[in-house]
């Protein structure tokens, strides 16, 4: 049999998040879902990562791309929305958060390869979801993000509908979850929920077993 | 004499111009047949697990020269602080010198902040050190201890992305050692077990992964204890090497006894000597 001398995979390969992200908005709040998969190569390094970080207390990102890049940004916005936020005296908008994560993932974006999508509440536009792929910065109804999403596009434009509330927005991101985790190499584990809205912040966690199941031969 | 000098705009980044050297270097010296030395890779299963009171650390204790075992019995358990110790895989000098760098710092900023150090600090420390180097230090670290707030367990790769979890494992017999975990492993272990299941997946690596071998090296981390345990197994002893003939150990005592050497004569002249002075002098600590 053949000697492998190039050694273990997380020595070579970088350690990437695989990943399935996905916030929606809705009329007063926003709901976040995540899988947790790591993997380094084709091993899987963590299977119980909570992808999604908080940067202050209503204002959540989700993290895809390399793990190193991902966890750099959000524990620097992290630090970055404490400091304004106490120069505010008040809490920090979820746009300002947004525009901390665009302006690292803009200027570094020869360097970095991380995509994270940030969401959360504020007084002034209730709820909220963001895009910073590449450095841009959007706000969008819904926003998914990951090697997963490619597999679910198709469904979250079909299923997608105006004016849900909080319990519709769950089910539908736990459903999106489920597919993309199921086709998808890289996603998978168990799902992360965050919920947020004007009276606090819901985290929930859906094991393995006891996500939706869909066509499965 | 004038010299004339360029004046280049010192450009950022690492230099690389040794590579080029060291290609140079590494054609010529095949040329006339011989190799270059390969950087000292540690092989290497290390794991971690939190019990009920504290962290247990184990590593295996080879160092490997490629395919060759330099060391038998190098120590890849490495101090921190007092609560907190590292186990390290990865280039064995990377992480040497980065234990032993944030392990200074960390000492310093307990003096600043009059306290214990927590676990989450040097997780911290080691994660942005790693990520500033992109990736080129090669340390892949199991960091554990117990502060304030209990016992932590965390897991840095190279590129500086951290996990924080009940049970980890790095190196290339991570596999084999996780595979133990995932069957045994359960929340609120007393210290006994905890012992037996890491002692258990560093056997499982150093008995199914060619990179590591030799002994087991534990250490068990509580609140105000630390039992650095090495070895806790000599998991591999080396056989005595016996001359049948004449029933004598082969390997053993290479001294020479007392009366080998015939002694003719013997003289001893005690040298008498006067204290004339003494003086102290006292280093200036200020």
Request: charged share 20%; hydrophobic share 35%; aromatic share 6%.
């Amino acid at each position: 049999s053949m000697l492998k001398e190039t050694g273990p995979e997380w020595l070579s390969e970088e350690v990437k998040t695989g990943t399935t992200i996905i916030a929606i908005e809705f009329d007063g709040g926003v709901v976040l879902g995540s899988d947790s998969r790591v993997s380094a190569g084709s091993s899987v390094v963590n299977r119980v990562m909570n992808k999604l970080s908080p940067l202050h207390d209503k204002i959540y990102c989700a993290l895809s791309g390399s793990a190193a890049d991902a966890q750099t940004i959000a524990e620097m916005v992290n630090y970055q929305l404490d400091v304004h936020s106490l120069e505010i005296d008040e809490d920090p908008q979820v746009r300002s958060a947004a525009t901390l994560v665009r302006n690292i993932s803009y200027k570094y974006k020869e360097e970095l390869s991380a995509h994270l999508i940030v969401a959360g509440w504020d007084r002034k536009n209730k709820g909220q979801v963001f895009a910073t792929l590449n450095g841009l910065l959007t706000r969008q109804p819904f926003a998914v993000g990951g090697s997963g999403s490619s597999y679910v596009y198709g469904f979250v434009d079909a299923e997608y509908r105006k004016g849900m509330n909080k319990e519709e927005c769950q089910q539908f991101v736990v459903n999106t979850l489920s597919l993309a985790m199921n086709r998808d190499g890289s996603s998978g584990g168990v799902a992360y929920i965050v919920s947020i809205d004007e009276h606090g912040t819901e985290e929930k966690v859906i094991l393995g077993n006891d996500l939706p199941t869909f066509f499965d031969q | 004499m004038a010299t004339l000098v360029m004046s280049q705009a010192p450009v950022g980044g690492f230099s690389f111009e040794n590579c080029k050297r060291n290609a140079v270097l590494e054609g010529e010296a095949n040329k006339v047949g011989c190799s270059m030395p390969a950087a000292r890779k540690t092989g290497t299963t290390i794991c971690g697990v939190v019990f009920k009171d504290g962290v247990v650390l184990g590593a295996d204790t080879r160092a490997t020269e490629g395919m060759i075992v330099a060391d038998k019995n190098c120590s890849k358990i490495h101090y921190i602080s007092p609560n907190i110790y590292c186990c390290g895989a990865g280039t064995a000098a990377d992480t040497e010198m980065t234990t032993q760098i944030i392990s200074s710092n960390l000492e310093l900023h307990a003096l600043s902040t009059g306290r214990l150090p927590r676990v989450a600090t040097a997780n911290r420390m080691l994660k942005q050190m790693l990520f500033r180097y992109q990736g080129y230090i090669g340390a892949a670290l199991v960091l554990g201890g117990v502060d304030c707030n209990g016992p932590h367990l965390y897991s840095i790769y190279p590129h500086g992305s951290t996990d924080k979890l009940p049970y980890v494992t790095m190196g290339s017999g991570s596999l084999a050692a996780m595979a133990v975990f995932e069957d045994r492993y359960k929340p609120d272990m007393e210290e006994e077990e905890a012992k037996q299941l890491v002692r258990d997946a560093i056997a499982a690596g150093i008995f199914n992964d060619l990179g590591s071998g030799s002994n087991i090296d534990l250490s068990v981390i509580t609140k105000g204890k630390v039992d650095y345990i090495r070895p806790h197994d000599e998991a591999n002893k080396k056989g005595v090497r016996v001359n049948e003939l004449e029933a004598m150990q082969l390997t053993g005592d290479y001294k020479y006894k007392r009366g080998t050497t015939g002694v003719l004569t013997k003289l001893v002249t005690p040298l008498n000597l006067e204290l004339v002075e003494e003086t102290v002098h006292t280093m200036d600590t200020s």
